[in-house]
């Protein structure tokens, strides 16, 4: 006889808010090693530029805020309907290490905090370029973007969103290879022989009792590969128990913006890929319905309220659609839980730091399979939408989309008015296969909205 947590639960009230609070802290775990590392990342480009350290803006505090807040922002833009998270933004690194190492002009002598300022104003703008794209597929209609973003494409971006990070997770996991297994063991024992509620919270476990691990391999001796203790405490007693996240009000200039604003042509196209993973994770076509031009506008509102306030831009979490995978719960509320839990987190700094000393073998082990899910997800969507990779147009496309996707690992940089724009590998290979898909004879894809239809008449039961 099967139980509630054998088949995939669109409507997570029928677990009773405590599961879905469970639930809800599960996706804030999942999403928040690779969050608070993109502050963390940032804060060192300045320091390390400029030899001072940030008090404003750009902190894990005020980016747990903006990645809580940016969530609510998204589902309010999507209707409630859309179970995506948002977090920090990997793509934008390379423009806040350019600016942070700008010595010319007004940012001669600027301060440190002045130059993330200006900084966050051109993600502002960025997010604004999202608005733009948003209403142009409005203007057009869905089904004429989409002939340009077929199967053949977003199938093997998804399998790129997945496959590029895995080289993230086993960098991770090399940290205490033991402790990595472990986790990943966990994880993989409560997914598959787990019952009832265990069954459906298989990353929470293998966080929650793998840290319990660490903690007394810690006390007894024990450290990594390297030398390093496997936990440290240090960032928990400096911290306060409750205080206000240090919100930075944006700056505007020419130079920041011509930096960080083109950056959104590359995050526009992970957007899509993402949308395509869930979609293909939940059995729902939400590029159809609520519709991509709304997912983008609350990518896009998200992203410009991070940077206005001084935090780093949103996207789409990969690692959150590795969790919908597993626990096949797809309610949007859990996320929303998940959302408000990040936003509580970012006025207590204690709290903060204390799930900030998560081993980074731990999420390493759970990478593994997070990541890894999100390229199946790809090969599924290929599959179900019945590509067949035997025409040699096909193939090429594919072939350039994995070349391009895995093959360009710190992307590809160029100059434009005298700075210097990134486009990640990804932002390439979603670029590759859209031109290829547009010139390459044979394109008979038509977007059907019939499952969105479904979509519908499924959301309005719920």
Not at 28 to 53: H, N, Q, R, S, Y
Request: glycine residues 10%.
């Amino acid at each position: 006889m099967k139980s509630n947590y054998d088949h995939a639960i669109y409507d997570a009230r029928t677990l009773g808010i405590p599961r879905m609070l469970i639930l809800g802290i599960q996706h804030m775990f999942a999403m928040f090693g690779a969050t608070i590392l993109v502050p963390i990342l940032v804060m060192g480009f300045f320091k390390d530029a400029c030899g001072e350290t940030l008090t404003q803006g750009l902190t894990v505090a005020v980016t747990l805020f903006c990645a809580g807040f940016g969530t609510l922002i998204f589902h309010l833009c999507s209707r409630m309907q859309v179970p995506a998270f948002l977090g920090s933004s990997f793509a934008f690194l390379g423009g806040f290490y350019t600016i942070a190492n700008l010595k010319t002009g007004i940012y001669e002598t600027m301060s440190v905090n002045d130059k993330a300022a200006y900084a966050c104003g051109g993600i502002v703008i960025a997010g604004l370029v999202y608005l733009a794209m948003a209403l142009i597929i409005k203007t057009v209609g869905i089904a004429k973007v989409m002939r340009f973003l077929p199967p053949v494409v977003t199938g093997p971006m998804i399998i790129c969103i997945g496959l590029s990070l895995s080289s993230v997770a086993v960098a991770n996991s090399a940290v205490n290879w033991p402790l990595s297994i472990a986790a990943l063991l966990t994880v993989i024992v409560f997914n598959i022989w787990g019952r009832g509620l265990f069954k459906i919270i298989p990353i929470l476990m293998g966080v929650v009792l793998l840290y319990i691990v660490a903690v007394i391999l810690n006390y007894l001796g024990y450290t990594n590969a390297d030398g390093s203790s496997i936990i440290n405490y240090a960032p928990i007693a400096s911290e306060s128990w409750l205080g206000f996240p240090p919100f930075q009000m944006c700056k505007f200039d020419i130079t920041a913006i011509l930096v960080m604003a083109p950056i959104a042509a590359a995050t526009m196209m992970e957007h899509i890929g993402d949308m395509s993973a869930i979609s293909a994770t939940v059995g729902k076509n939400y590029i159809a319905s609520p519709g991509l031009h709304r997912t983008l506008l609350g990518d896009g509102l998200a992203t410009s309220f991070a940077g206005f306030i001084g935090g780093p831009a949103n996207t789409t979490y990969g690692e959150n659609t590795g969790v919908l995978a597993l626990s096949r719960v797809y309610d949007p509320r859990v996320i929303r839980i998940a959302a408000l839990f990040a936003i509580g987190l970012s006025f207590i700094p204690k709290f903060s730091a204390i799930i900030s000393t998560m081993p980074t073998a731990i999420i390493g082990g759970i990478s593994f399979i997070l990541y890894g899910m999100i390229s199946a997800i790809g090969v599924r969507n290929i599959v179900d939408n019945k590509v067949d990779l035997s025409k040699s147009r096909n193939l090429i496309i594919a072939a350039i989309i994995f070349v391009c996707g895995l093959g360009f690992k710190d992307g590809f940089t160029f100059t434009v008015f005298g700075t210097s724009i990134t486009l990640t590998s990804l932002a390439i290979a979603a670029i590759a296969g859209i031109v290829l898909n547009a010139v390459l004879p044979g394109n008979k894809y038509t977007f059907q909205m019939a499952m969105a239809e479904n979509s519908e008449e499924t959301n309005k039961g719920n």
